[in-house]
C-alpha cells in the first residue's frame, strides 16, 4: 500500500481511508493506483475518506481529493468524507467556486 494511507474493509461494501502523516498528495497519480486495487479487490460500493487528522485543505490537498474522486467514479465506488474539522473545512470553502465532487458527512454514522 502507499505510504500514509490505510485501508480497512468495514462491512457492507465499505472501505475506511485513514492519512496518516506520511501521506504526499502533491502527486496523486502514485496513490490512486494502490488505492484502486485495493478497492476492486475487496469489491468496495463506497470509500470513506476519514479526515479527522487533517487540519488544513489545501489546492494541493483538495486536487488529490478531486483525483481519488474522479477514480472512485470511473470505478463505481462512491466516495464520502467524514469527520471534516471546521477550520478544513472553512480553508476548503474559502477556494471553492463550485460544489465538491465528493459527498461529505458528519461521521461514519452519518452515511446514507
Not at 485495493?38 to 494541493?60: P, S, W
Amino acid at each position: 500500500m502507499a505510504e500514509g494511507i490505510h485501508l480497512t474493509p468495514i462491512g457492507d461494501g465499505n472501505v475506511l481511508l485513514e492519512p496518516g502523516e506520511g501521506l504526499d498528495p502533491s502527486d496523486p497519480g502514485a496513490l490512486v493506483a494502490p488505492v484502486l486495487e485495493f478497492l476492486q479487490n475487496n469489491e468496495a460500493r463506497r470509500l470513506v475518506y476519514d479526515l479527522k487528522n487533517v487540519r488544513l485543505i489545501d489546492e494541493v490537498y483538495y486536487a488529490w481529493l478531486t483525483k481519488l474522486s474522479a477514480t472512485c467514479r470511473i470505478a463505481n465506488v462512491e466516495m464520502v468524507t467524514v469527520n471534516m474539522q471546521p477550520a478544513a473545512a472553512y480553508a476548503l470553502s474559502l477556494t471553492l467556486d463550485k460544489p465538491t465532487p465528493f459527498t461529505c458527512a458528519l461521521d461514519i454514522h452519518h452515511l446514507r
